[in-house]
């Protein structure tokens, strides 16, 4: 059916040809949008529009085709939004309504002419020129099946955003929330920074990185799996407050919450704690969610979550006797930890360091009970090879992260910055690795170098831009608000 239509519209594009059109046009000027003009003019009567002909020219897709004898409705789609057009037979050179005959739903027309008002009081375009721009080849969805297959969609984001205006929507409320971020952070004196996303080093979390090789200079490169210790040896070199949005890479598996390719925020300042951050953190996603929404309390699957500041703290030990059931004077004990971790079906946990069995008890015990916006905080040394130690009891550092709706959105911790410490743990992590963690830090002996020269005190955080999207969208998956997410290729 499908090789039909294409058939029968490459008919139509050559029938174009024949009459002196060019099928794939690129003369017609667009001066107008279907939102701008509807605005503008949505109090103007009939009367008026008539008494004061107010001339426009759109260019979108055609999602729809009334014939009515002598009078075409069609519905045109631009980058803003709907309109009507209405192409009397009276009004247009009889050639353009001639064309009408060549036209289907999802070509890509020009329409020009003067506002009026239907019959039913919509306001609308009445067509004195009309052209087809883009004559297409395959047939949109029907209308009243639409596009749901979630495979396809991905894979064919392009109609899905011609056809679902809920998706188009969703994309438009990401741009605007990497607008505001560069905002909120230019107006705070940040700066913002590009580094390199081929390293020779990795570092920076604890992932396993994409691999590849350099063929002039024989050398294996690695994709970032995070800007981190870049961003920080810029605070060194006197930046002292800077932040990048860009992408990372993360050689793991794919899910509702991941994506191998993703979009982090990542800022630092010199002279701020974690603490500090927190605050900032607050008032970051406060004033988004207001900008987007208007008010602070917002729908997000079954829950409806509140971003008026000032949200809860919960420390990694608390969480393990609120939700894990351990008593407070045995969060440190191995052998109740691992009653828990059995109870909890943790994986490996025998082979577990005690930050790292502490760390996964919570998260399988507490992480999905976090809904509303947590900040997690004091996280065990283990777990935490770049950050300082908590003064007050060095088995912990000055760390949080945090949750909304069960999921992490955020990483902040104030920075190690001791460089004889950061070397110790380093030497730690390529122990880790030795023993069969592959997602434990390498050595990198120049940060260290870089440390030795003076980092200040100085806080840093990490934000996942596509879970926070996914948050102020109400969006169950992270495909859903990525355009193009990793898929496996067809076939």
């Known amino acids: 059916m499908e090789d039909t239509i294409i058939s029968q519209r490459k008919a139509k594009a050559e029938a174009l040809r024949a009459l002196g059109d060019h099928p794939y046009a690129n003369d017609f000027t ?267 309390r917002i729908a997000h699957g079954e829950h409806e979550l509140e971003f008026a500041r000032p949200f809860r703290r919960l420390s990694v030990y608390q969480g393990l006797i609120e939700h894990a059931g351990i008593p407070a004077d045995q969060v440190n004990d191995r052998d109740v930890l691992l009653a828990a971790a059995a109870r909890l079906e943790v994986a490996k946990a025998d082979k577990m360091p005690l930050g790292y069995l502490q760390m996964a008890v919570f998260e399988a015990a507490a992480e999905h009970l976090l809904i509303q916006p947590t900040f997690v905080t004091d996280f065990p040394l283990d777990v935490s090879p770049l950050s300082r130690k908590k003064d007050a009891d060095p088995r912990l550092v000055d760390r949080f992260e945090l949750y909304i709706a069960g999921r992490e959105i955020a990483n902040a911790f104030s920075e190690l910055n001791d460089p004889v410490d950061q070397h110790e743990r380093f030497a730690a992590q390529v122990a880790h690795r030795e023993q069969g963690d592959d997602e434990a830090h390498p050595m990198d002996e120049d940060f260290v170098r870089a440390l030795e020269y003076g980092l200040p005190p100085t806080a840093g955080e990490g934000i996942g831009i596509d879970r926070l999207v996914m948050l102020m969208t109400n969006s169950p998956s992270i495909r859903d608000v990525l355009f193009f997410p990793l898929m496996r290729p067809e076939g």
């Open 30 to 296: 667009v001066t107008d949008t279907a939102e701008a003009v509807l605005s503008t003019h949505a109090e103007k009567t009939a009367e008026a529009l008539e008494a004061t002909p107010i001339p426009v020219a759109l260019g979108g897709r055609v999602m729809a085709i009334r014939r009515m004898g002598k009078v075409v409705f069609l519905v045109v789609l631009d980058r803003s939004g709907q309109i009507q057009a209405n192409l009397f037979q009276d009004q247009l050179p009889e050639s353009d309504f001639q064309r009408l005959e060549l036209l289907d739903v999802g070509d890509i027309v020009g329409v020009g002419g003067i506002m009026m008002r239907t019959r039913k009081g919509e306001l609308s375009v009445k067509a004195t020129r009309f052209r087809i721009l883009t004559k297409t080849l395959r047939p949109l969805p029907e209308k009243w099946h639409g596009l749901t297959d979630v495979a396809v969609r991905y894979r064919q984001r392009y109609v899905d955003l011609i056809v679902n205006d809920d998706v188009r929507r969703t994309f438009q409320a990401r741009s605007r929330i990497v607008s505001y971020i560069r905002r909120f952070f230019e107006d705070r004196d940040y700066l913002e920074v590009e580094t390199p996303m081929l390293q020779s080093l990795y570092g920076g979390a604890a992932a396993r990185p994409f691999v590849t090789h350099h063929n002039s200079l024989d050398m294996k490169l690695y994709l970032r799996i995070a800007p981190e210790l870049n961003l920080k040896r810029l605070v060194v070199g006197g930046l002292h407050r800077v932040f990048e949005l860009n992408k990372n890479f993360r050689n793991e598996g794919v899910s509702t919450q991941h994506n191998p390719e993703f979009t982090a925020l990542e800022f630092y300042e010199a002279f701020a704690t974690y603490e500090d951050l927190m605050a900032l953190t607050e008032t970051l996603l406060e004033g988004l969610t207001l900008h987007l929404h208007g008010k602070t």
